[in-house]
């Protein structure tokens, strides 16, 4: 269950720094409270998987998870650069969230 409690804190993590660009700086009212919202959810979600998780397996998944959706929102969504170097720091990302996976069982 820890596991699941931290694929929805990613996916929480994700919608939060998406709606932190849409709100264009706090200045789109309904984007700052999806915002809110997103964080909010992101955070208790963590809070619940790092009740089993160790805190550095559960804290570098839910970030290297938020980095890699974010990135990948900004380059599918907001049309920002896909160059080599960037896909490959992003499959970088992957294979580490993947080896903590594995490294936990």
């Keep these: 269950m820890a596991w699941l409690h ?3 804190a990613s996916a929480a993590e ?4 998406f709606t932190l660009k849409a709100s264009d ?3 789109k009212p309904l984007m700052v409270a999806f915002n809110v919202a997103a964080l909010l959810a992101a955070v208790w979600f963590l809070v619940q998987a790092m ?3 160790p805190l550095g397996t559960a804290y570098a998944v839910w970030t ?3 980095v890699v959706g974010a990135a990948v ?3 599918v969504v907001l049309g920002e650069s896909a160059s080599p170097l960037r896909l490959s720091a992003i499959a ?3 294979t580490g969230v993947v080896m903590l996976k594995l490294a936990e069982g």
Excluded at 14 to 17: L, P, R
């Design 51 to 53: 009740r089993t998780l």
């Design 64 to 66: 290297g998870i938020g």
């Design 25 to 27: 700086g706090f200045t």
């Design 14 to 17: 994700i919608v939060w720094a």
């Design 73 to 75: 929102l900004g380059i």
């Design 6 to 8: 931290l694929l929805v």
């Design 92 to 94: 970088l990302i992957v």
